[in-house]
């Protein structure tokens, strides 16, 4: 019978009192673990979304840039823009072509950095291509032409034989393909070698093969900008057919209309040769290591690589609008965590000074009889623990069953906010004609404007992790502590004298 | 006989709001193995405080106590094991842990020093025995106990070390006559048979009929009185 024994059997002597103990100090506990848990997932899924999202960057013309010369551009007549280009050197027509376009030696001196992790570059430029049709832009270009009495402006440079090539160094990695909204049906996508060599190949959009009679293997004969006869003529193999998903999913059954089916996908290098833009890119596209990254970059960008003409864009908004609500749930559910520990003090402090209170002549007593203080914690300190124990172990059970309701209550106030920012950054469903476009201000890794607009809806995976069982022991162990400070000071400063005359 | 303890010059004097007061005053004193000494005084003139203090639950403002010819020194553990090896109190409100059985409460001085399990039993059984207390007694929860049968499980208690002192507190206070009577020839007969060093407080004159020695105390001065035996 030692003093464990004896603490054990005070404790199931008053089944009552400690199970109204239990139940307040189950209550707060288990919401202490459920903020807990909500706290250590809000935190791991912004570490997970940094490795995913917020670590994207692009070096491009910015937009404030184009703006300004579309507006000078603007002012001039039509006259004068004729005499201009008429009398423009060679070199002047270079300048003109590559505007804006950046010049490779400063998205490669970019991708140096240390934090830097996949580097590529893209280049948008409509290229003439001949014997080649699109009946779907065809029949675009004429609904635009109707709708320029209702306001709209059809732009100049679209035609039915002209199309869009994308050119980057790799084909598996354009941004379409990676976000999925479009497939590689046939053959394969051009290499890193293809880019390095400029092969002259080529990957064309499944209706616009088939309207065209195209298959794998065959070729196609795009004119070099500025330059017309033989000499301005580039042979290109069709190695890949692409299919547009959401286009296909929308138009089911009906006749296609496919206003994606223009572009055309080639090595960089070949669609530089076309575009007769030698060293230039649209754009540098970066992967980071993390989004903690971006900060250090954008320094970079500005001391040593920006004219006054170039920005990084980076995908800090979309981070924000995931990471925003996430960050605030966990700021929330730290408060709560807080409030309830603090609950479950004053709840373990007040029994304990109840069940202290109640006994204070059987204190006397054992210290009469010989019993050292330790003695006497000893048998306070099962009590406790038991009371704790009960209650901790339940909380566990229960939070790991209310965590995940915990969170989504916590995160349904924000995510309504934040997938209507979603939809509204990707929901722009017309693609986006031709390059340079002022208001375009996407990003290159979000893929071109048939990219899917319904983004998942952002979700908080409360795990219960094993991390929480340590926890929910440190918890135990702070509270345990914090019930035997009530008994310890209560013997220290006992006189066994005052209370053993009492009746 | 031999003197087990004597107490010199103890004075004990407690602060209050009201005014202070001098529980013990200079108080003097000896006992022998195998003795009764008998305590009686008025209500109020410091028989708690004094026992309180030879029983080292209570610390005097000056004064020497010896035992055994050894002062008792005031180091924490020394009184540990002081009130444990040389110690055994009987309180007038018995103090027994309620939780507790009568055989649990007797095992519990024992517990404290680490004797073993069995040995516990077997002596806590044995000085239950001869207290009077039997067996389905022994496991009853002492709050069930009529108050001349927790009174003997406490002095049980005591025993339980076997120490040289019993220091009781008005033992017979709670009690009726007859029990009472039952309570004080056990006391005495630990002192006569065990050679016990037996100190009765209390204010029920009729004990000092089997003091070897008695003293009358007042406004916290003891005063030596002559016994009939
Ligand atoms: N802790 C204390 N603080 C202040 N005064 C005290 C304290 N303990 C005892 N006293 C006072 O000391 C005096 C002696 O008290 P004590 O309890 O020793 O008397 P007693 O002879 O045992 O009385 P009783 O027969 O009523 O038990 C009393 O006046 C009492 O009020
Ligand atoms: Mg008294």
Redesign the interface.
């Known amino acids: 019978m030692r003093a464990l024994k004896r603490g054990f059997r005070n404790f199931r002597r008053h089944p009552l009192r400690n199970l109204v103990v239990i139940l307040l100090l189950f209550v707060c506990l288990t919401f202490s673990l459920s903020m807990l848990a909500v706290k250590l997932a809000s935190d791991s899924q912004v570490q997970e979304v940094k490795e995913s999202v917020g670590n994207y960057g692009e070096i491009k013309v910015s937009s404030d840039y184009t703006m300004q010369v579309f507006e000078e551009e603007r002012s001039k007549s039509e006259s004068e823009r004729q005499t201009q280009s008429r009398t423009m050197t060679a070199e002047e027509q270079l300048a003109q072509r590559t505007r804006f376009l950046v010049s490779e030696e400063i998205t490669d001196a970019f991708s140096q950095e240390a934090e830097v992790i996949t580097y590529d570059k893209v280049l948008d430029a409509r290229i003439s291509v001949d014997d080649l049709t699109n009946s779907a832009m065809e029949s675009m270009l004429s609904m635009r032409e109707r709708n320029v009495q209702t306001g709209g402006t059809a732009p100049a440079a679209l035609s039915s034989d002209s199309f869009s090539f994308e050119g980057n160094t790799n084909g598996s990695s354009l941004s379409d393909f990676m976000v999925g909204s479009k497939k590689l049906t046939e053959g394969s996508f051009y290499s890193y070698q293809d880019y390095l060599k400029a092969n002259p190949v080529v990957i064309i959009e499944k209706t616009l093969a088939e309207t065209n009679e195209l298959s794998v293997g065959d070729t196609l004969t795009a004119t070099i900008s500025g330059q017309s006869g033989k000499s301005g003529e580039v042979d290109l193999t069709i190695i890949g057919i692409y299919e547009t998903v959401q286009a296909e999913e929308q138009v089911a059954g009906q006749e296609t209309f496919n206003p994606m089916g223009d572009t055309l996908y080639a090595p960089l290098s070949v669609v530089q040769k076309l575009y007769n833009t030698p060293g230039y890119v649209q754009l540098g596209s970066y992967y980071f290591d993390s989004e903690d990254s971006v900060a250090v970059l954008q320094q970079v960008f500005d001391n040593e690589l920006s004219d006054g003409t170039l920005e990084f864009a980076t995908d800090q908004e979309s981070f924000e609008v995931i990471s925003d609500p996430l960050t605030k749930v966990g700021k929330t559910s730290m408060i709560g965590l807080a409030g309830a520990l603090g609950a479950c003090a004053l709840i373990i402090l007040l029994a304990m000074a109840i069940i202290i209170g109640g006994r204070t002549r059987e204190l006397g007593v054992l210290k009469a009889i010989g019993a050292t203080n330790r003695q006497v914690m000893a048998q306070y300190a099962v009590e406790v623990i038991c009371i704790c124990l009960v209650a901790i172990i339940l909380a566990m059970g229960v939070s790991a069953m209310i965590s995940q309701k915990m969170g989504n209550w916590l995160l349904s106030d924000d995510t309504a906010t934040a997938e209507q920012s979603v939809t509204q950054g990707n929901g722009n469903g017309m693609p986006q004609m031709g390059f340079g476009g002022a208001m375009d201000s996407r990003l290159y890794k979000e893929g071109s404007g048939f990219s899917s607009g319904s983004q998942e809806s952002l979700k908080l995976n409360v795990v219960y992790q094993g991390s929480l069982f340590l926890y929910g022991i440190l918890i135990l162990f702070f509270i345990g502590l914090l019930g035997m400070a009530v008994p310890v000071i209560w013997i220290t400063r006992l006189k066994p004298a005052r209370v053993l005359s009492i009746e | 006989m031999q003197d087990v303890l004597e107490v010199r010059d103890i004075n004990k004097t407690f602060k209050a709001k009201a005014g202070n007061v001098t529980a013990v005053d200079k108080v003097s004193l000896r006992a022998r193995r195998g003795e009764v000494t008998v305590i009686v005084g008025p209500s109020g003139s410091g028989k ?2 004094l026992l ?1 203090i030879i ?1 080292s ?2 610390s005097p403002d000056s004064g020497e106590i010896n035992v055994f010819g050894e002062d008792v020194a005031r180091s924490e553990t020394d009184l ?2 002081y ?2 090896q040389r110690i055994g ?1 009987v ?3 018995f ?6 059985t009568g055989l ?1 409460n007797v ?3 024992m ?3 680490s004797v073993p ?1 069995s040995a ?1 039993n077997d002596r806590a059984v044995q000085l239950l025995e001869r207290m009077g207390i039997d067996g389905r007694l022994q496991k009853a929860r002492v709050n069930k106990m009529s108050g001349g049968e927790k009174q003997r499980v406490a002095i049980a ?1 005591a025993l339980a ?1 076997d120490p040289d002192i019993i220091l009781a ?1 008005e033992p017979t206070g709670n009690l009726d006559s007859a029990t009472g009577k039952l309570v004080v020839d056990i006391l005495v007969e630990l002192a006569r048979e065990d050679g016990k060093c037996v100190i009765i407080v209390t204010h029920d004159e009729s004990i000092l009929a089997v003091a070897d020695w008695a003293y009358h105390m007042q406004d916290g001065r003891l005063k030596g009185i002559e016994t009939g035996s």
Do not use: H, K, V, W
Request: proline content about 6%.
């Open positions: 708690t405080t309180y029983g639950l209570e540990i094991s009130r444990r109190f309180f007038q409100f103090n027994l842990i309620p939780a507790l649990e095992m519990l001085p517990d404290l020093c399990a516990q208690r070390n507190d």
